[in-house]
């Protein structure tokens, strides 16, 4: 990746202690570009694929927390996926969000554990456990037959 220009770096710096900071985590500056991997979710009982999304991988900080936040729309099997470093308990929000979203948590081995359907205008912070957060187009989950305990084949690279 290449490092940005110093002068963009200083008027960021100076919109971000003009703007009180919420500058640098939205703009997307910070989070550079995205790499895409294909995930893709099996029914746990049968091993029956119930989707394939091609994902823009979020593993860094300011890839996280930029998210889909600059991004007006998804396509039918386009998703985002985050990646934590550690499981645990993760909170998202629609900060920004052009687009309804579902938010799966998946934990480390791959299992759904939480999935949330997120509006718009939701003001509130959608939990779960895991180490993985799959973002999806409105009504994918449900679409595609996709519930906790189904299975994420992952990218090896992000295992």
Not at 18 to 38: E, I, N, P, Q, R
Not at 53 to 71: E, M, P, Y
Request: charged fraction near 20%.
């Amino acid at each position: 990746m290449t490092r940005p220009p110093a002068w963009l770096l200083v008027a960021v710096a100076v919109a971000v202690l003009l703007g009180g900071g919420t500058v640098a985590v939205t703009s997307g500056v910070f989070a550079g570009d995205y790499t895409w991997a294909t995930v893709t979710v099996v029914d746990a009982d049968t091993a029956t694929e119930r989707a394939t999304v091609d994902a823009r991988i979020a593993d860094t900080f300011n890839k996280r927390v930029t998210g889909l936040s600059t991004t007006d729309a998804l396509g039918p099997n386009e998703g985002m996926l985050f990646v934590h470093t550690t499981e645990g308990r993760h909170g998202y929000v629609m900060r920004d969000m052009a687009f309804p979203l579902d938010i799966v948590f998946v934990d480390a081995d791959g299992e759904i554990t939480t999935i949330h359907h997120a509006a718009v205008d939701a003001e509130q912070t959608f939990y779960g456990t895991g180490r993985y957060v799959l973002e999806l187009p409105s009504n994918y989950t449900t679409d595609n037959d996709i519930t906790v305990g189904d299975q994420v084949e992952l990218p090896t690279a992000y295992r």
